[in-house]
């Protein structure tokens, strides 16, 4: 059964860091991974989608990366504004087309 | 493309009455599903549609619970009868599901209180 853990379950920072979010699978075998930004009270926005045969994906600020063999993905943030600040979730999905979410990581970033 | 629409938006009831969550997805999209997010449990898949056929309802809590896609633009999820325990944010989300596999994209969700 595919685990999907995301640390930290919390981040806060000023404005102007580089961050790092971390995704972690126990089932090497997907499709892809895909990254979400949830605002409060809103739904899920996808940032970037990486399919099972990629490393990378970029985005502006956003760079996610994936690592399959040892069931890993990153998201870094460059230079991080307050506008940031949001729920940000990571969700594989694997052969059945079930896409299984972390339970995902709160950052804020104060000004 | 205005999205994938959710239907209400908020939802209060009591408990033992009826539910009826509606969603319409992106237009072109094959694929449906039906989430539920608590803070105690996350996100959940409940249920999944492939051209309109459900495909996986194992997430799917109890009998109370069912789903329907009776076309390609449309899916309703019922409680019933509905109890406090059942109140979350229900979110849709469709996509395209082939050899390119889309991103999902969500609905603003409906938020469900049971009294």
């Known amino acids: 059964k595919q685990e999907v853990t995301q640390i930290p379950a919390a981040l806060s920072v000023p404005e102007g860091e580089n961050l790092v979010l971390n995704c972690s699978f126990t089932?090497?075998?997907?499709?892809?991974l895909q990254w979400f930004r949830q605002d409060p009270g809103k739904g899920l926005t996808s940032l970037l989608l990486i399919q099972s045969s990629q490393r990378e994906q970029t985005s502006g600020r956003l760079n996610a990366s994936l690592d399959k063999s040892s069931g890993r993905s990153t998201l870094y943030i460059a230079a991080s504004q307050p506008g940031d600040s949001a729920t940000y979730l990571c969700a594989v999905r694997s052969g059945t087309d079930k896409l299984i979410f972390g339970t995902g990581t709160r950052l804020q970033v104060f000004p | 493309d205005a999205g994938v629409i959710q239907s209400p938006r908020h939802e209060v009831t009591e408990m033992g009455q009826e539910v009826t969550l509606r969603c319409k997805p992106i237009s072109g999209h094959n694929s449906l599903f039906w989430y539920r997010q608590t803070m105690m449990r996350g996100l959940e898949l409940l249920i999944y549609f492939n051209n309109n056929v459900p495909i996986d309802d194992s997430g799917m809590p109890e009998d109370r619970f069912s789903a329907k896609m009776p076309n390609a633009s449309f899916s309703t999820l019922k409680i019933q009868p509905s109890e406090p325990r059942d109140s979350a944010v229900y979110f849709c989300?469709?996509?395209?599901?082939?050899?390119?596999?889309?991103?999902?994209?969500f609905g603003n969700g409906t938020r469900l209180t049971v009294t």
């Open positions: 089932d090497s075998a997907i499709y892809n």
């Open positions: 989300a469709s996509s395209s599901v082939g050899e390119n596999n889309s991103p999902l994209h």
